[in-house]
């Protein structure tokens, strides 16, 4: 059973910077494209990055020049550099296969909070 776990979140002013980390209990990444999801309160789910398994990269037009995903297959982890944070940055953020997610490979999320 795969779990995700989600890092690194926290309470920053616009203009900061953050740094997410993901988890697996497995060797996944090296088998699936992953993606960085996030959820506002009051909104629908939407993915902000998303990396190949080749390595090959893609933003959200939101997040485009500001964010930037990663990922270490050694250490079965992910990552996600934001900077120049903005307050409709705020959202829990999760990570997750893309194109189609795996339901039971929702974890917790991790809060970003981005005040003005």
């Known amino acids: 059973q795969v779990q995700l776990v989600e890092s690194g979140g926290g309470l920053v002013q616009a203009g900061g910077s953050l740094r997410l980390s993901c988890e697996a209990s497995?060797?996944?990444?090296?088998?699936?494209?992953m993606g960085w999801y996030r959820q506002a309160p009051g909104k629908q789910r939407e993915l902000v990055a998303a990396v190949t398994k080749s390595g090959s990269t893609n933003y959200a037009d939101s997040v485009k020049g500001r964010f930037t995903i990663s990922r270490d297959n050694a250490k079965n982890t992910m990552y996600l550099q934001m900077n120049s944070l903005k307050p409709e940055d705020t959202a829990v953020y999760y990570c997750n296969r893309v194109p189609d997610v795996i339901a039971t490979w929702w974890g917790q999320g991790t809060q970003v909070t981005v005040s003005s």
């Open positions: 497995g060797s996944i990444f090296r088998f699936n494209a």
